[in-house]
C-alpha cells in the first residue's frame, strides 16, 4: 500500500526538509504525479512512513535514542550532505572554469586588438612607402620630359644654326663664283691686243 503525499507532508512525516524528502523521492524512484493544484504528489509506500496516529512509545521500553539514530544523521541525510558538499565542489569548480574562460576570452580579444593594431600600422607603412615610390616616379617622368623638351630644343637651334651657316656658305659661294667670273673677265680682256682693246 501507498500514500499520496505532497513532499512538505513526506517531510512533516518523516522530520525532515522538503528538499530532502524531493532527493528521497528521486532516489527511491517512487512514482510521482501532478496533482490539480500544481503540486507534486508522491505515491510513498506504507512502511517508509512514521504513522502519526500510532501509539506512543514507553520511555521505558523504548530504546535509548544515540546521535547516530537522529532522522538528521541517518545514513540517507548523511549520503545527502555528501552529495550537497561535492555539489558544492562541482559548483566552485565551475565557477573557476567559467572565470578561466572569461580571462582567456579577454585575452583573445586583447590579442586580436593587438593584431588589428599592428596590421593597421603595417598597413600605413605600404601606404607610406607607396606613396613615395609614386612620388619618386612622377619626378622621374617630369626630369625626363623636361629633358626631352630641352634635348628637342638644343636639337632645333642647332639645325636653326646648321642652316644659317649653310646659307652663309652659300652666299659666300656665290660671291666667290662671282668674283671669279669677274676675274676670268678681267684676264680675257687683258688678253687682247692693246689696238683691239682700244677698238672695244
Not at 25 to 34: E, T
Not at 131 to 153: G, I, N, P, V, Y
Request: charged fraction near 30%; charge should be neutral.
Amino acid at each position: 500500500m501507498s500514500r499520496s503525499l505532497t513532499y512538505a507532508e513526506m517531510a512533516e512525516a518523516l522530520k525532515i526538509t522538503p528538499e530532502s524528502a524531493n532527493r528521497l523521492a528521486r532516489r527511491k524512484r517512487w512514482p510521482r504525479v501532478k496533482g490539480n493544484d500544481g503540486r507534486t504528489r508522491v505515491a510513498m509506500p506504507e512502511e517508509a512512513l512514521v504513522r502519526q496516529d500510532s501509539p506512543p512509545v514507553s520511555p521505558l521500553v523504548s530504546p535509548p535514542v544515540s546521535p547516530t539514530d537522529s532522522p538528521m544523521d541517518s545514513p540517507p541525510d548523511k549520503l545527502i550532505k555528501a552529495l550537497e558538499a561535492h555539489v558544492e565542489t562541482l559548483k566552485a569548480q565551475l565557477a573557476a572554469a567559467e572565470a578561466q574562460i572569461g580571462k582567456l576570452g579577454d585575452d583573445l580579444v586583447a590579442y586580436d586588438a593587438a593584431y588589428a593594431a599592428g596590421l593597421s600600422a603595417e598597413r600605413a607603412k605600404v601606404e607610406a612607402e607607396r606613396a613615395k615610390a609614386d612620388q619618386a616616379l612622377a619626378a622621374a617622368e617630369s626630369r625626363a620630359e623636361r629633358q626631352a623638351s630641352d634635348f628637342a630644343a638644343r636639337e632645333a637651334q642647332q639645325a636653326a644654326s646648321l642652316a644659317a651657316e649653310q646659307a652663309k656658305t652659300e652666299k659666300a659661294i656665290a660671291a666667290f663664283a662671282s668674283l671669279a667670273d669677274r676675274l676670268d673677265a678681267l684676264a680675257a680682256e687683258r688678253a687682247k691686243p692693246w689696238w683691239r682693246r682700244l677698238a672695244g
